[in-house]
């Protein structure tokens, strides 16, 4: 009872990663929309995005890991991943609006690079931006609440209102990579193999061997005449 118990919790994991999968094969397989040619307004959760990021304002967020041994921890690792802030055009110019990009760390330089060409440009001190781009293949993904706090702080409290206004409730994450997905689908059949053979598993029994003694006669024993 308790294997099978485990073949239900392996299969259950198996199940898990082969739905992790099957979404992201199904978002890549979509057609894909220039998120600079389509209205931001129009963006859904699950669609597919490309584009060539090459104006950001900043980033607003910033995510840590701590490594710990025995409960306390031992070290930390800044910026394993960024929120960064970048126009979307809606219908009009006037209905452009800001949306968050998520970016991997091995992309930081490459978005800081955009992010000072961009307020060179804000600032004047040069006519032209878009030397440097990030191109960009992602899902559009429904904004965790986290992120909005931290985008308001980054916008200013005191302009809570206009920030509402002016913002997209979603954020691109960059699809999973092939080999990623060649990874994740190998875990699941191998959780779903190894699940299905523990729970379906039938212990070998062998029948119980009767080892009684024979009856004797004693009706034939000499000392019964």
């Given at each position: 009872?308790?294997?099978?118990?485990?073949?239900?919790?392996?299969?259950?994991?198996?199940?898990?990663?082969?739905?992790?999968?099957?979404?992201?094969?199904?978002?890549?397989?979509?057609?894909?929309?220039?998120?600079?040619?389509?209205?931001?307004?129009?963006?859904?959760q699950?669609?597919h995005?490309?584009?060539?990021?090459?104006?950001?304002?900043?980033?607003?967020?910033?995510?840590?890991?701590?490594?710990?041994?025995?409960?306390?921890?031992?070290?930390?690792e800044?910026?394993?991943?960024?929120?960064?802030?970048?126009?979307?055009?809606?219908a009009?110019e006037?209905?452009?609006?800001?949306l968050?990009?998520?970016?991997?760390?091995?992309?930081?330089?490459?978005?800081?690079?955009?992010?000072?060409?961009t307020?060179?440009?804000?600032?004047?001190?040069?006519?032209?931006?878009?030397?440097?781009?990030q191109?960009?293949?992602?899902?559009?993904?429904?904004?965790?609440?986290?992120?909005?706090?931290?985008?308001?702080?980054?916008?200013?409290?005191e302009?809570?209102e206009?920030?509402?206004?002016?913002?997209?409730?979603y954020?691109?994450i960059?699809?999973?990579?092939?080999?990623?997905?060649?990874?994740f689908?190998?875990?699941?059949?191998?959780?779903?193999?190894?699940?299905?053979?523990m729970?379906?598993?039938?212990?070998?029994?062998?029948e119980p061997?009767?080892?009684?003694?024979?009856?004797?006669?004693?009706?034939?024993?000499?000392w019964?005449?």
């Open positions: 009872m308790q294997r099978k118990l485990k073949g239900i919790l392996i299969l259950i994991v198996g199940i898990v990663f082969a739905w992790i999968v099957f979404r992201e094969v199904k978002i890549i397989m979509s057609p894909a929309q220039d998120v600079y040619e389509m209205n931001c307004n129009e963006l859904e699950g669609m995005v490309t584009g060539n990021v090459d104006f950001v304002y900043d980033y607003y967020a910033s995510q840590t890991t701590e490594k710990k041994r025995y409960g306390v921890t031992v070290s930390t800044n910026d394993t991943k960024r929120w960064y802030i970048f126009p979307a055009y809606g009009t006037e209905e452009t609006k800001l968050t990009l998520e970016v991997s760390k091995a992309n930081y330089g490459t978005m800081d690079d955009i992010v000072e060409e307020w060179a440009y804000i600032d004047g001190e040069t006519d032209q931006f878009g030397t440097t781009v191109p960009i293949n992602a899902k559009v993904w429904k904004l965790d609440s986290d992120l909005y706090e931290l985008y308001y702080d980054w916008y200013g409290a302009n809570r206009q920030a509402e206004e002016y913002f997209v409730p954020k691109l960059p699809v999973m990579e092939k080999d990623m997905l060649i990874v689908g190998v875990i699941s059949v191998l959780f779903i193999v190894i699940g299905l053979a729970f379906l598993w039938k212990d070998k029994r062998t061997v009767n080892v009684s003694p024979e009856p004797v006669d004693v009706s034939s024993d000499p019964n005449e």
